[in-house]
C-alpha cells in the first residue's frame, strides 16, 4: 500500500507543482504589466530615487506568496483531476482497483495527501504571504507617499475613562508616520466634545500619539451657553493605546492579515462597541480557506472511476476545473451574503466547502458505489 501511496503522491505532487508555476507565471505577467505605468515615479522620500523596473520586479516576487496561497487549492484539484482521469485512462486505475485500493482506501489516501495541501497552503497563507504582502507594500509606499486606503482613510475607535474616541488615519508612510490624521472626543453622553485635524504625525514608543501641524476644535455643550474653542498648535501629544500594528491592520485588506491578527483586531472592534461582521467572516474563512484542498482532493477522486474514450480526458479535465472555479467564485458571494444578510460567520464561510463536500461524496458514492 505504500508503493501505491506513493505513486499516487508523487504523480500528484509534481502536476500540481507544474499547475502551480502556470498560474504563477501567468499572474507574474500580468502583474508586472500593471506596474509598467508607474515605472519613473520618484521617491516619496526625497532622497533622488525613482521607481524602476527592478523594484517593480522586486514587489511583484514580493506578492507572489500571496498568489500561491490563493492558487493552491485550484491548483490542487486541477492537478489531482489530470493525474486521476489520466490513471483511469491507461487502465492504471483499473490495475490498482485489482490489486487491493478499495473505495474507501483511495479515499482515506487522498485525505491524506490533502492534509499535505493544508498544512502547506496554511503555513503559506499564514505566515509567509503576510510578511511578504507588508514588505512589497513598504517598497511600494516608498514611492506612493504611503499606503493609502481610498478617500476614507482606516477608521478606528477606542474608549477611555470618562471619553470615547472616533479616529480617522489616511496614510501610513514607509518610515511609520502617519498622515491626515483625525480625532473626534465624545463624552458618556454621547456628544461631541472637540476635533482635532492633524497633517502628519508619529505614533511613539510612550503610548501617545505626536501630532503636527494640529488644528483642535473644543465645543461647550453647558446648559448655560454653547461655544467653540479653535486653536492652531505646531505639536500636540495625545495619549493612546492605539499601536503602530493596530493602525497597519486597520489599514490593510482583511483578507492579507495574519489569523491572530485578524482575530486581535475583532477583539479590539467589539470591546469599542463597534462592527465586527465583515472581520468575523473573513477570520473563518482564512480558517476553512486551507481546508478546501480536502474538497479538491475529493472532488478529484470521481475521475479515476470513469471509462474515458481515446481523447475524451480533455473534457472531463475541464469540467473539473469549472466545478474549482465555481466553488471560489460561490466562496466569495457567501461571503458578501453573509455580510449582508447578518447571518453567523463561521457559516458563511463553511457552507461552500460543505455544499462541495456533499456534492464531490454524492458523486463518489454513485461512482463507485452504485456503478
Known sequence: MSTIRRLIYGEIFTAVAYVLLAFLS????????????????PSALGDGATYELRHALLYVLLLLPNRVYELLPIAVLIGAVFVMARLAQSSEFTILRTSGLGPWRALRSLLGLGLVFVLLTFAVGDYLAPLSDRSAQVLKARFQGGLQLGQ?????????????YSVNVGSLTALGAIGNVRI???????FLVSALQAESG?????????????????????ADALSLIQESLAEYRWPTDLSTEMVSVALLNPDRMRTSDLYAYIQHLESNGQTAQKHEIEFWRKVFYPLSCLVMVVLALPFAYLHFRSGGIAGYVFGGVMTGISFFLLNNVFGYIG????????????????????MSLGAFGWLVLKR
Open 184 to 190: 473626534y472626543e465624545m463624552d458618556n453622553r454621547g
Open 202 to 222: 508619529q505614533i511613539g514608543d510612550d503610548g501617545a500619539w505626536h501630532l503636527k501641524q494640529v488644528t483642535r476644535r473644543e465645543f461647550n455643550t453647558g
Open 26 to 41: 501567468l499572474f507574474f505577467f500580468f502583474d508586472v504589466v500593471d506596474e509598467l505605468p508607474s515605472l519613473g515615479r
Open 339 to 358: 455580510n449582508l444578510n447578518q447571518w453567523q460567520p463561521w457559516l458563511a464561510a463553511a457552507a461552500p466547502a460543505m455544499i462541495y463536500s456533499l
Open 152 to 164: 476614507n482613510g482606516a477608521w478606528l475607535k477606542e474608549r477611555q475613562n470618562y471619553s470615547s
